[in-house]
């Protein structure tokens, strides 16, 4: 048992590493989140232990007010929840997987996002950036949503494992900055 | 919002009942005091009326009033000031805290599991109090005096002459301009005259008379004689009657303003005022003296180490003031209420207030409101409202509203007291006090659009909410709930009248009217839009009702529920609620708990661990810190610097509170148990002359499963031979060094007076050094008498007497940011007895260096002074190893068990005696080299850094070069094919023969063993004879079978004595090529080959020679200036001369083309700089007998500087007498470079 515990933290080791670094930000203007979430429905995909909605992925631009955006992502995992609870069993199937404005607060806006596997991605845009439309965030997300595929396909990659794919990153950091 | 005891439909006519004001003569206050009571209070928990009552309204239908209350007290003519207010609430608010133990709901929403407290008590008594202690306002009549009691005492001398004094002093209050405080409903204020009577102490006929004649002029309606006192105070202890006052004057102190300056005696009893008690002490006194919450601009989501904590530890001012609030509340506790009455008093009073309600105040209220509407129906006339009604009719109820903007600049619009507009919301408010709420509704309605086209923003948005409210509260609920009147209230309140107080009664009723419709989701945007910054615990309050609503809805919001209760508790805390707040963050706590959330877990972690160690709950505080510091955290090193050092400072306030208990068990840093290794005995320090045991351990060394499967075996020849051959039963290797390898089922012996050395492996997770001072280990030991016979009682040592074990102590040890590092720690058994090595015990502590990104900050006294030096922690962590599992029975491989590990048991045993190695040597001389082969002899070292003593210390190597020679054919064709030759070549200082005995006898025992090896069997194939010939004829030119015997001294020093021990070594080196050793290798596992799926076409081919062998044919060599100088600006082109020799070495003649054409295949040749030209031929063709010699002169071309390969002429070879078969190339040589320079 000690063993087992050991070495699951030395695992971690290589995560700490490969936390995101501070990007070219001077001039940034926007920022965001991407961050993605297990299903929460538990019934879609059956890996791993009982644990739900924990984070995938989470990555913000810049750090330092990191802990505020965790709250807020997670916070709207609750609207997630509620959008797809309310379109109904019957529609679940066809349904768009872009779950659109999730909700507004002062300074950001929150979009969201969900596969057919329940697998839930939000993004948290500084509202005051108006390049940013419907239309842009959706193809981000389709972008986001190919990269997680890929990332899925490695069979190296431990569904329910945090994402550390150097690809996923690098899309996610290319995402990121042109937006600014 | 939470669930409340009382329904919505209790709650809001109880919040807006009829006031009555009392004024009192000084005798009648007396006899009340008597009671510890004032008058008003002594009416308070009767002013309730038990039996329903009946009034008439304007239109003569019979309106049924249930569970009337009326709100008796007295005039005060001061307005309540907002900080007394605020004062008020706060108390009541942390004097109520949910009960302990009590059992809270268990909500399952998704895969959460919360527990959570159902009912939120704090708010409902703050909402209370909030109601109660609303100041009257101008813009509306509910908590205006409808009347007036007037109490005199019959022991006065002129009782008749007071009541009229009391009259005239009620008249001038309410009509002299002197005060504005308190309203007052109508002009003519309804007096009602009581006559209050002593019954122990006054004299009850007088008493009737005086109220005959109040009868006479007031009427038997104005006026009552109430009979109190039944009973003298001093018999009061001799039967119990309930104290009905108690629950009530905990909350009333704001309508008794004395009170309230007197100092804070109201605050409530908690129920177990103890423990409350003694987490005042200093704590909770953030309440300053203007009733102001600190008012901090942090964010709530902000981690604030420096924040508040400022002011909990105990200053001197406010241990006193918490003292004194101590002795006061032990004052108050001590009084009890109502000692003078007996229970028919109280049936007394009770009817006494029935009587008023019933025959004063219900009819003056009755005639009011036919006055009002009198006036109304003919100010207005009865086309006008009957016009209104028919318009409302058709029109629907729709009456459009200006928008708000619009309206704006009205808004300080005021009536005159006896404003027509005003009379309808006098009429409006009569009525909802009496619970007439469909007459109340559609006089507000009216109202309301009277006040809005008059814009005056204030009046309308009174009358919207009470619209709203009696719309609500209309029996069977003709009309839904107008929402959007609260809405309009609520922002006309808030942003263009700016009172928050009105605004947030307004949405105090409305999220409860919403909550009680299930519109959770409306009640909470209410409740989160009315949080603001000006006061922190209104907003604490809302958002935890708000966090409520989220988790009370249909599909409960966890997350949003616990993020809410986060921002709650970060308000509680700003306002000084420090209980509050922690409850909060901890319910908070379920939802965050173990999801992966870590920045977000630690934020609430390193909160209540603030907030648990303010409350003095250490414990909960030191397991909130260590749950940061043990989980990976991700924070940056600057945080996780600031969370140890406050985890350290907690658990520094723990030790001291208790500093005999046990030691705490320190969750920093992480050990790999299952890493810990035991050493047996002395460190291995050879070459020092101390005594060694025989073992090839160390713990310096990875442990190598097969030597110490060698030395097994060692060991048990040597115990065999003692015993005879034959191996005892019981016996098992001796082992010295135990570790996750070996086998650890059994105790392990260890021998007293010699050391047993335990390596712990530490490993440091945070991102700052970790300094661990005074490290030991911890044990436990279990002395055995001399006699052997086990003491009766065994003694449990922990840390004990020195004289039987002694412990090492390593007075620091600093494992760096995320190091894993090991450490020695040793005991020294003086006893024999049963060890048991526990654990480690150490003090915990980080460098002071880290302090320079203190810009966080942490718990004052953690920076400056003494503290910084002694900021660590003593405590201790175990061992605990796990066995390995257990394979052998069924039940074992069917379930998962562990077999035990015993490493750190040892029992110490007597002295035994320890088998020593003699290790001792020192150095190797190399006296001398030889060889001896049929064919081959050594000529001369070439060794190019004349190591001239040929010396080998301790773990050296050397290197020495021969050169080789063929034997003279004559002298290998005199000898037989049998004879070695011998050759020597001394570095000593004589020479040893090392033809003669005893080096050549040593050499031929050495090859006898070697020859015992089976030769190859040749093949007997005849028709193959001649490949065979060839092929033995190719084989034969790389071998030598040489031999070469090493000579040598050691100086051995052996008990202080030096020895020179003499010896040889044989290395026989057969082919060219390969590797011999004088001993043999360990075998490397062979590589696994790829499988092969298809047949071999020809076996014959196996019979050819390898193209290895083939390429050993001719042997090359480049000869050549090693660097060379040129004048390249004199002469561009710059030649150089070198020679390729080339041997035959083998028997047979051999063809050789010399091919100097550059490869142009390799991308490196293309480089100009790096290429050279051969000049001349390019190609030889060169024929070589048996064993001949050639030599090549060549020259090369430069026109760079450089370094260049010379190593490029490709020489192919073939057998002259086979045609084609053998043409292969050679074996590519070494690089061969030359360094061209410029002069």
């Known amino acids: 048992m000690a063993l087992q515990r050991w070495r699951s933290e030395t695992s971690l080791d290589g995560f700490r590493g490969s936390l995101p670094v501070p990007l070219r930000l001077q001039e940034l203007e926007c920022w965001e989140t991407a961050s993605m979430m297990r299903p929460g429905g538990g019934h879609v995909l059956g890996w791993g232990p009982a644990q739900k909605n924990y984070p995938l992925y989470i990555r913000s631009v810049p750090t330092e007010n990191e802990l505020k955006f965790h709250y807020m992502v997670h916070t709207s995992l609750d609207v997630v929840d509620e959008k797809i609870s309310a379109m109904g069993k019957a529609l679940v199937d066809q349904r768009e997987l872009y779950l659109g404005l999730l909700y507004p ?66 899309m996610v950091t290319s995402m990121m900055i042109p937006v600014c | ?209 005086i109220y005959e004649e109040m009868k006479q002029k007031y009427g038997t309606q104005g006026c009552y004689l109430l009979k109190i006192n039944s009973r003298t ?74 924040g508040d904590s400022s002011n909990s530890i105990d200053g001197p001012d406010h241990v006193k003031s918490a003292s004194s609030l101590h002795e006061t509340k032990k004052a108050n506790a001590g009084i009890i209420h109502g000692a003078c009455l007996t229970l028919t008093d109280h049936d007394r009073i009770r009817q006494f207030i029935q009587e008023f309600t019933f025959r004063g105040l219900l009819p003056h209220i009755e005639k009011t409101i036919r006055q009002l509407n009198d006036q109304l129906i003919s100010r207005k006339g009865l086309s006008r409202s009957l016009f209104s009604a028919t318009k409302k009719w058709f029109s629907g109820s729709k009456v459009p509203e200006k928008s708000i903007n619009e309206l704006k600049n009205t808004s300080g619009l005021l009536y005159p007291p006896e404003a027509p507009e005003l009379q309808i919301r006098k009429m409006a408010d009569l009525c909802f006090l009496v619970q007439h709420y469909d007459l109340a509704y559609s006089c507000y309605h009216t109202a309301k659009k009277d006040f809005l086209n008059d814009q005056a923003m204030l009046y309308a948005a009174g009358a919207l909410e009470m619209a709203a409210v009696s719309a609500f509260l209309q029996p069977g609920a003709p009309r839904p709930y107008p929402a959007h009147y609260m809405d309009t209230a609520i922002q006309t309140y808030r942003d263009i009248c700016k009172n928050m107080v009105l605004a947030e009664r307004c949405v105090l009723l409305s999220a409860e009217i919403l909550k009680s419709q299930s519109k959770y989701s409306e009640a909470a945007a209410l409740l989160i839009r009315l949080t603001s910054e000006d006061s922190d615990l209104r907003s604490a309050l809302l958002l935890e009702q708000a966090a409520h609503c989220f988790i009370n809805m249909k599909s409960p919001m966890v997350r949003k529920y616990a993020f809410h209760m986060i921002l709650a508790g970060h308000r509680f805390s700003k306002a000084g609620q420090k209980k509050h707040a922690l409850r909060c963050y901890c319910q908070a706590m379920q939802v965050y708990k173990g999801k992966g959330w870590s920045l977000a877990e630690d934020h609430i972690n390193f909160t209540i661990g603030r907030q648990s160690y303010t409350l003095r709950q250490l414990d909960n505080a030191v397991s909130a810190f260590r749950h940061i510091l043990i989980n990976e955290s991700k924070q940056s090193a600057a945080q996780q610097g600031a969370f140890l050092r406050e985890y350290l400072y907690v658990y520094k306030n723990v030790s001291q509170l208790s500093p005999d208990g046990p030691l705490p068990q320190l969750p920093l840093p992480y050990i790999n148990s299952s890493a810990t290794r035991v050493f047996f005995g002395h460190d291995r320090r050879p070459a020092d002359g101390e005594k060694q045991a025989a073992t090839h351990v160390s713990l310096d060394q990875e442990y190598d499963s097969e030597s110490s499967q060698q030395w097994r075996e060692l060991e048990e020849h040597v115990v065999a031979v003692v015993n005879r051959g034959v191996l005892p039963s019981n016996f098992h290797p001796t082992e010295y060094c135990l570790n996750s390898y070996s086998d650890n089922s059994r105790f392990p012996l260890a021998v007293v007076e010699e050391p047993v050395t335990v390596e712990v492996a530490f490993r440091n997770p945070l991102k700052v050094p970790l300094l661990l001072t005074d490290l030991s280990l911890l044990w436990k030991f279990q002395p055995k008498d001399v006699s052997g016979k086990e003491n009766e009682e065994v003694k449990e040592l922990v840390k004990g007497e020195p004289e039987m074990i002694g412990t090492e102590v390593v007075s620091e040890f600093l494992i760096n940011s995320e190091e894993s590092k090991v450490a020695r ?14 654990g480690v015990v150490y003090n915990l502590g980080t460098i002071q260096g880290s302090m320079a990104v203190d810009g966080i900050g942490a718990l004052p006294g953690c920076h400056t002074g003494k503290h910084s030096l002694s900021m660590s922690v003593r405590g201790r962590q175990d061992l605990e190893i796990q066995g390995p599992r257990l394979n052998n029975t069924k039940e074992e491989k069917t379930s998962i068990k562990y077999g035990p590990d015993r490493r750190l048991d040892p029992i110490i045993t007597e002295e035994m005696p320890l088998l020593e190695s003699e290790a001792g040597v020192k150095e190797f001389h190399i006296v001398q ?215 035959n070495c083998s028997k047979a003649d051999v063809d050789v083309i010399v091919d100097l054409r550059h490869k142009t295949t390799s991308p490196e040749a293309l480089e100009i700089h790096g290429s050279f030209t051969w000049l001349g031929q390019t190609q030889y063709k060169l024929h070589l007998k048996s064993q001949e010699l050639h030599s090549l002169q060549l020259k090369a071309c430069f026109v760079h500087t450089g370094v260049y390969n010379l190593g490029t002429p490709r020489v192919f070879a073939k057998l002259s007498d086979q045609v084609t078969v053998f043409e292969t190339s050679q074996q590519s040589s070494m690089p061969a470079l030359i360094i061209i320079n410029n002069v």
Not at chain 2, 825 to 838: A, Y
Request: aromatic content about 8%; overall charge negative.
């Open chain 1, 105 to 170: 607060t002062e300074d950001y806006k929150v979009y969201g996002y969900v596969t057919n596997s329940k697998v839930k991605f939000v993004m948290v845009v500084d509202s005051s950036n108006t390049a940013l439309r419907d239309n842009e965030i959706r193809s981000m997300f389709r972008k986001l949503h190919n990269s997680y595929t890929d990332v899925m396909c490695n069979p190296f990659y431990n569904p329910g494992d945090r994402i550390q794919s150097r690809a996923f990153d690098g």
């Open chain 2, 1 to 209: 919002m939470a669930q409340c005891v009382q329904s919505v439909q209790e709650l809001i006519p109880d919040s807006f009942v009829p006031c009555v004001a009392a004024l009192c003569s000084d005798e009648a206050e007396r006899l009340t005091r008597l009671n510890h009571l004032s008058f008003a209070e002594l009416l308070k928990p009767f002013s309730r009326l038990t039996s329903e009552v009946h009034m008439r309204d304007p239109n003569n239908q019979l309106h049924v009033i249930k569970n009337l209350k009326i709100a008796v007290s007295n005039i005060i003519t001061q307005p309540p000031q907002p900080g007394a207010i605020r004062k008020l609430l706060n108390d009541v608010v942390s004097g109520s805290q949910p009960a302990e133990g009590l059992v809270a709901n268990v909500i399952t929403a998704g895969d959460y599991d919360l527990n959570i407290s159902a009912t939120t008590p704090w708010f409902e008594s703050y909402r209370e109090t909030f109601l109660q202690s609303m100041p009257a306002s101008d813009h509306e009549f509910l908590n205006h005096y409808l009347a007036c009691m007037l109490v005199t005492s019959s022991s006065e001398a002129e009782p008749m002459e007071q009541f009229s004094k009391l009259s005239h002093e009620q008249h001038r209050i309410q009509h002299n301009n002197d005060y504005s405080y308190p309203k007052w409903f109508i002009p003519n204020t309804l007096k009602y005259y009581v006559l209050l009577h002593d019954v122990s102490a006054g004299d009850e006929q007088r008493a009737e008379s």
């Open chain 2, 233 to 306: 105070p001093n018999r009061a202890s001799d039967e119990q009657i309930p104290d009905p006052w108690s629950q009530y004057l905990q909350k009333n102190s704001i309508q008794n303003q004395e009170s309230y300056e007197d100092g804070p005696c109201t605050i409530t009893s908690n129920k177990n005022s103890h423990s409350n008690l003694l987490s005042l002490d200093g704590l909770d006194n953030e309440v300053k003296v203007d009733g102001l919450p600190n008012n901090f601009r942090t964010h709530p989501l902000q981690l604030d180490p420096s």
């Open chain 2, 825 to 838: 720690l040793k005991l020294f058994p003086h006893h024999i007895g049963e060890l048991h090595i526990l």
């Open chain 2, 929 to 1143: 080299v030889s060889s001896s082969s049929k064919h081959w002899k050594l000529q001369k070292s070439v060794n190019l850094s004349e190591n001239k003593d040929a010396r080998l210390a301790n773990r050296e190597k050397g290197k020495f070069c021969f050169k080789a020679i063929r034997c003279k054919e004559e002298e290998v064709a005199t000898q037989s094919s049998e004879k070695y030759t011998f050759a020597d070549i001394i570095f000593g200082n004589e020479q040893i023969i090392s033809s003669a005995s005893p080096c050549a006898d040593f050499f031929y025992r050495s090859l006898s063993s070697e020859l015992k090896k089976p030769q190859a069997q040749s093949s007997l194939h005849t028709e193959k004879q001649s490949i065979e010939d060839t092929m033995r004829l190719i084989q034969k030119c790389n071998e030598v079978d040489l031999n070469i015997v090493v000579l040598w001294k050691a100086y051995v020093v052996e008990d202080s004595k030096q020895l020179i021990l003499e010896g040889q070594h044989h290395v026989v080196l057969r082919t060219i090529g390969k590797e011999a050793f004088s001993y043999p290798q360990k075998q490397e596992p062979p590589e696994m080959e790829l499988l092969k799926f298809f047949r071999p076409e020809n076996t014959t081919v196996s019979s050819r020679p390898s193209v290895e062998q083939l390429s050993n044919l001719i042997k090359t060599s480049l000869h050549y200036p090693e660097s060379f100088s040129h004048p390249f600006h004199q002469k561009s082109l710059c030649l150089v001369p070198v020679t390729l020799l080339l041997s």
